[in-house]
């Protein structure tokens, strides 16, 4: 893993400090709180665009007041490049870089945010969520607000009946630009309403009418985070439905529409109420790019981006994703029991690990992400559900459960073990608790326990296989 922090950004540059934290596993950012990814890929490189959540622990909304940019040569090595302040529009206020998209054209390079406006001084009308677009001619370094005022007043759309109590809107955020091979651009944006329009030529201008759209078949509410990408002729739009947010999306012939509902592409998040997905196409495969609360400490206003692998199905729909631990680079382990070979260490929704035999219908919850949260004489694992990313095999108070990551040193050590020769088979291992090393992982009437084997069936039930699912 090679992190470094590469590039100042001049009159744009923020103090950053840290190095860039990066793996290859999830969340692909581990050295701070990032979400709302966006990502272009240019001379080769691919940039990743993500705002940087700053809300502490306690904080009960999003605090955002920069966007960072990484970059990637091989999706497994991110460069933090920079970080561009909200402040670049000086229009805006708050702390409200929200999403985001940046595209290349004609040599230049657009960037289509959100960012809160003031409220109107005579009351008329809302203020509130809004477009800003910069321009630059470079992904990284450079950018400026290209109108000097939003691309919208928010009061020219029309927000959901929700937000008219407030003294502001929010149904004008999230843009995502595509450009169709003719040239023609179009900005699709929204929360509650969803709405596009083309874009001039000079790619910072509406060409036309604002359109409101409608999801065909859709059986729930568009909430926010529309992309739009396109694949063998079919055009795609991914989005957040209903709240805690599912991702879903539905696909058109044309980048104007109509759009018909296809599917969920993403269940609710695991103690987030929002993802927000981009795709990205990179040396001819597809990524599906998203945010969980997946770091140590991480919440709704404390979010992380993670990457998985798109994949079509033969008729051009979407296989649904699941968020894991490993993320592209890595193979999920299953947890073999030597005591009864068919029978697998599983988790499920709670506390609990039991050994069950396979059932032909089991996708996922047999396997586990394997990597040493401590590491200690090279021998030692950590074990993380491999859809439960954040969560840990723990050992503590002499029981073996599934807890989420609290971020102290005490829970890295509780939820490391050493890997030793197998009680029953040397072939096999045993895994003990760095903490007490008298208490081995061991399988008790199906359920996974802490114990110190001292049969020879107890040390069987002590004795596991470590193997790839996949
Ligand atoms: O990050 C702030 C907002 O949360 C984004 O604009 C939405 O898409 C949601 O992720």
Redesign the pocket.
Same mark, same amino acid.
């Given at each position: 893993m090679a992190t470094t922090f590469k590039r100042t950004l001049g009159a744009t540059l923020v103090g950053l400090t840290c190095a860039a934290g990066a793996q290859a596993d999830n969340p692909i950012i581990t050295e701070r709180f990032t =979400? @709302?990814p966006a990502a272009l890929v240019h001379d080769g490189r691919v940039y990743l665009y993500v705002?940087h @959540?700053e809300a502490t622990e306690e904080g009960d909304f999003?605090v955002?007041k920069e966007w960072n940019i990484y970059s990637s040569d091989n999706l497994e090595d991110w460069t933090l490049e920079g970080a561009v302040p909200r402040t670049i529009f000086e229009w805006a206020e708050h702390d409200? =870089?929200? =999403?985001s998209q940046a595209t290349e054209h004609d040599g230049k390079f657009y960037w289509y945010t959100?960012v809160r406006m003031p409220e109107p001084e005579d009351g008329e009308g809302m203020g509130g969520?809004t477009l800003g677009v910069a321009v630059s001619d470079d992904p990284v370094t450079g950018w400026k607000d290209a109108l000097g005022e939003p691309m919208l007043d928010p009061n020219e759309t029309e927000p959901a009946e929700h937000m008219i109590e407030h003294s502001h809107s929010w149904d004008d955020? @999230?843009p995502t630009v595509f450009v169709d091979h003719d040239g023609q651009a179009y900005l699709y944006w929204g929360?509650s309403h969803l709405y596009y329009a083309k874009l001039k030529d000079n790619m910072i201008e509406f060409d036309g009418e604002i359109h409101r759209v409608d999801i065909e078949g859709m059986p729930g509410t568009f909430?926010? =985070?529309p992309w739009i990408h396109e694949h063998e002729g079919m055009y795609y739009l991914t989005f957040?439905m209903n709240y805690p947010?599912e991702l879903a999306y539905a696909m058109s012939d044309s980048p104007a529409g109509p759009w018909e509902y296809k599917g969920k592409l993403m269940e609710v998040i695991e103690d987030s109420g929002?993802? /927000?997905q981009a795709i990205l196409k990179y040396e001819g495969k597809q990524y599906f790019i998203y /945010?969980t609360a997946a770091l140590p400490t991480g919440g709704n206003f404390r979010?992380s981006v993670s990457m998985e692998h798109l994949r079509y199905n033969a008729d051009g729909t979407i296989k649904k994703l699941t968020p894991t631990a490993s993320g592209i680079t890595h193979a999920a382990q299953a947890l073999q029991s030597f005591a009864d070979t068919d029978h697998y260490l599983r988790y499920g929704s709670d506390e609990a690990v039991s050994a069950t035999g396979l059932e032909a219908e089991d996708h996922y919850n047999f396997k586990w992400h394997v990597k040493a949260l401590v590491e200690q004489g090279g021998n030692t694992v950590s074990f993380q559900p491999e859809t439960r990313p954040g969560y840990y095999l723990v050992a503590e108070d002499g029981e073996a459960s599934i807890v989420e990551h609290d971020g102290t040193d005490a829970f890295a050590r509780n939820a490391t073990f050493e890997q030793v020769s197998g009680l029953a088979d040397g072939d096999w291992s045993s895994f003990r608790s760095i903490e007490n090393k008298d208490h081995y992982l061991m399988v008790k009437d199906g359920e996974l326990i802490l114990g110190n084997p001292d049969s020879a069936a107890e040390r069987k039930a002590a004795t596991f296989q470590v193997t790839p699912t996949e």
């Open positions: =979400a @709302d705002g @959540d999003f955002l409200s =870089a929200w =999403a959100t969520y955020i @999230d929360n909430t926010e =985070a957040a947010e929002t993802s /927000h /945010h979010r």
